[in-house]
């Protein structure tokens, strides 16, 4: 029997692109990825370890140039922040931004975010997961490639403590509608918010970043969803 077209199809958190890194970018990733940097090969994650204290513990996906994540942290410094990027110089910038801000408590995998869930993140040890806009790929022959689908769900779902958060961001209202629609399925999330209800913004967005000002500046309303674990 032929096997589907989408039959091995995995879902990826990332497009691939130039990941060239600059001068000053790649300085940083040598000087400090030694002690900021995580690699799947090291396997589970001991938090407490990684940290040097117990605290709570919160991952972003797809920070990007890592400016939210960088604001976040620095305001939040009684808490603790994994990044995961797969584009080499946004992974770079979050570096130079951790140095320049003399930050401990941000760690970095520069991997994809489906492998670090599985491999290196244990169950129930989230207070928080976030992912602000995510790729949309808006064409409707490309949406199976959007991230929010639920396998990939019910897996951030199990790195969750009980009552702890995931938090979305899209600018983009079909991507928004899938969101709700997933997430409302998902026997292991509650919607914060009331059932199909959209949330307020973010706490875990203390900035407005430069693509959300362009979102904006195109006319797009940005959607936010909050669900936890239950």
């Not at 958060?165 to 629609?181: G, P, V």
Request: charged share 25%; net charge positive.
């Amino acid at each position: 029997m032929k096997k589907s077209p989408n039959a091995s199809f995995r879902i990826r958190s990332f497009v691939r692109r130039d990941s060239r890194r600059t001068v000053a970018q790649e300085r940083a990733h040598q000087a400090l990825w030694p002690r900021f940097g995580l690699t799947i090969e090291n396997g589970l994650l001991d938090n407490a370890a990684t940290f040097n204290r117990v605290a709570p513990c919160f991952l972003e996906i797809g920070f990007g140039s890592g400016e939210s994540l960088l604001a976040l942290a620095k305001a939040e410094p009684d808490k603790d922040f994994i990044g995961v990027e797969t584009h080499k110089p946004g992974v770079g910038t979050l570096l130079l931004g951790i140095q320049q801000e003399n930050l401990h408590n941000i760690r970095i995998y520069n991997q994809d975010v489906v492998d670090v869930l599985e491999k290196c993140i244990p169950d129930s040890s989230l207070e928080g997961v976030q992912i602000f806009f995510p790729d949309p790929w808006q064409k409707r022959r490309h949406h199976q490639r959007r991230l929010i689908q639920p396998a990939f769900v019910s897996l951030v779902a199990l790195k969750l403590k009980l009552d702890g958060m995931l938090y979305l961001a899209t600018d983009w209202e079909d991507y928004a509608i899938h969101m709700m629609r997933v997430l409302s399925h998902e026997p292991m999330l509650k919607n914060a918010a009331g059932p199909q209800q959209f949330a307020e913004r973010s706490p875990h967005r203390p900035i407005i970043t430069k693509f959300e000002k362009r979102a904006e500046k195109e006319g797009r309303a940005i959607w936010e969803l909050r669900f936890f674990r239950i």
